[in-house]
């Protein structure tokens, strides 16, 4: 069994920040890309940041100058460092990770359960 947990969502003020962080645990052989996902109330999941295995990252073009993506792969965590947050970042947060359980499986599409975000004063 593979595992996303995640951690740091909350209520903030606009201009604050958060951090979000993703623990991966279970038989896990390799992780590809880790990423964060969003989604609020009405709309679809959208994604907010990946980051490869040799570290290529992508941002969503609205968070872009606000918010890092970081990864450890020896722990098997991903985070994400959100700065200056709108009101428009209120979402669920959902952690996202490409996970090979041994070298002679392949890789498999894994969520986590999803962390509130909520920016409102």
């Known amino acids: 069994q593979v595992q996303l947990a995640e951690s740091g969502g909350g209520l903030v003020q606009p201009g604050g920040s958060l951090r979000l962080s993703c623990a991966a645990s279970?038989?896990?052989?390799?992780?590809?890309?880790m990423g964060w996902y969003r989604q609020a109330p009405g709309n679809q999941r959208e994604m907010v940041a990946l980051?490869?295995?040799?570290?290529?990252?992508v941002y969503a073009d609205s968070v872009k100058g606000r918010f890092t993506i970081s990864r450890d792969n020896a722990k098997n965590t991903v985070e994400l460092q959100m700065n200056s947050l709108k009101p428009e970042d209120t979402a669920v947060y959902f952690c996202?990770?490409?996970?090979?359980?041994?070298?002679?499986?392949?890789?498999?599409?894994?969520w986590g359960q999803g962390t509130q975000v909520t920016v409102s004063s």
């Open positions: 996202n990770a490409l996970i090979q359980k041994a070298a002679t499986l392949t890789h498999d599409n894994y």
């Open positions: 980051i490869t295995l040799g570290d290529r990252i």
């Open positions: 279970g038989t896990i052989f390799r992780i590809f890309t």
